[in-house]
């Protein structure tokens, strides 16, 4: 079948709320330049970033479409594009995803293997890698360690919760409702917590006194000090999200008493080259297949209900990972 020349999509001319996010049905479809590959894609994850993106937290670029993975078929290639062809089902992560059609970088695409459907690969590309880096290469987590994730019941925190059990972690994690806590404990958080004034306390009863061997945070202002308070002695404070605002700026002597390790590492960095990305992606992939993880899509949404796609996502009303159905 042909390409079209026109596509649906969501286009943001300006920073905002939900308001600027445009569903159009004229936008032009993308050609692939030297290197990228042109997907059609079936489905578009929906990621916390993009709202950084859409609010301009996060600077970018104006007009664009947002969205940051797909999954879907190619449908035409350009150049060197690491052994892929037209007709392979791929899953990437790339910019413009919001669309029935995006052209992208094949660096960060690769084949979907057999036995894990498109939707199952959306849901678990770009969250999936990111708990993956985090435990691989932020702090190496370890067969035994105290472990605080908090937001244990989004999208990154789920796949935390399996993949520190699959290590040998114990897994305390933070969620805002007891269905969300029920929800991490099935996930293999062996704790879930609300998150209030007697989180310390309780933490440090859990772990006998002696604190958490890191904190995955991707809460960011609201939780910081907690993360202080509860990390232990030569402990790992990592932030790698905002979605309470940005963590504010910070004394270095505050780390002094404990010698804890602070950083903010971002997905990007750990896969920056080809080979780094195809290593995590073969390992996501293989842990699905041996490992059965739960993969827990919170809703699929219609590509004209983005706005109600961010308000759910940004309102706390999800759990696990929303998709949008090209």
């Known amino acids: 079948m042909d390409t079209p020349q026109t596509m649906k999509g969501i286009w943001v001319e300006k920073a905002g709320g939900t ?56 449908v035409s290639t350009n150049g060197n594009v ?21 052209a992208t970088s094949a660096k960060h695409a690769c084949k979907i293997p057999d036995g894990i459907n498109n939707e199952t690969a959306c849901a678990a590309l770009l969250q999936g890698l990111t708990a993956l880096t985090l435990i691989r290469e932020s702090y190496e987590a370890k067969k035994g360690d105290w ?38 404990l099935e996930h293999g958080a062996a704790h879930a917590l609300e998150s209030n004034a007697d989180l310390a306390a309780k933490i440090k009863e859990i772990t006998g006194g002696q604190g958490v061997a890191a904190v995955y ?9 907690t993360d202080l308070e509860v990390v232990g002695r030569k402990g790992n404070v990592i932030c790698f999200g905002n979605a309470s605002g940005p963590v504010e700026p910070l004394a270095l002597h505050r780390l002094t008493p404990k010698s804890i390790k602070l950083l903010r590492p971002m997905l990007f960095t750990y896969i920056a080259r080809r080979d ?46 929303c998709l949008l159905k090209a």
Do not use: M
């Not at 925190?157 to 991490?184: H, M, P």
């Not at 992939?285 to 041996?290: C, G, P, R, S, V």
């Open 19 to 74: 308001e600027v996010l445009q569903y159009k049905t004229d936008l032009p479809v993308p050609e692939p330049k030297d290197g990228e590959i042109l997907v059609k894609n079936d489905f578009c994850g929906v990621n916390y970033i993009d709202i950084y993106f859409r609010t301009g937290v996060y600077p970018s670029p104006k007009p664009e479409v947002l969205g940051r993975e797909v999954s879907g078929t190619i």
């Open 276 to 321: 780094e990305f195809e290593h995590y992606a073969n390992e996501l992939f293989d842990f699905i297949l041996k490992e059965q993880p739960k993969v827990q899509i919170h809703a699929t949404y219609a590509l004209h209900d983005i706005a109600k796609t961010h308000e759910d996502l940004e309102g706390r009303r999800t759990a696990g990972k």
């Open 82 to 102: 690491y052994g892929l062809k037209t007709g392979d089902r791929v899953v990437c992560l790339c910019a413009s995803g919001y669309a029935e059609y995006t």
């Open 147 to 184: 472990i605080l994730v908090h937001a244990a019941a989004g999208g990154v925190g789920l796949w935390l919760c399996q993949l520190l059990k699959a290590v040998g972690a114990k897994v305390i994690g933070t969620a805002s409702s007891e269905e969300k806590r029920k929800l991490a």
């Open 217 to 225: 945070d991707g809460v960011g202002k609201a939780t910081f000090d």
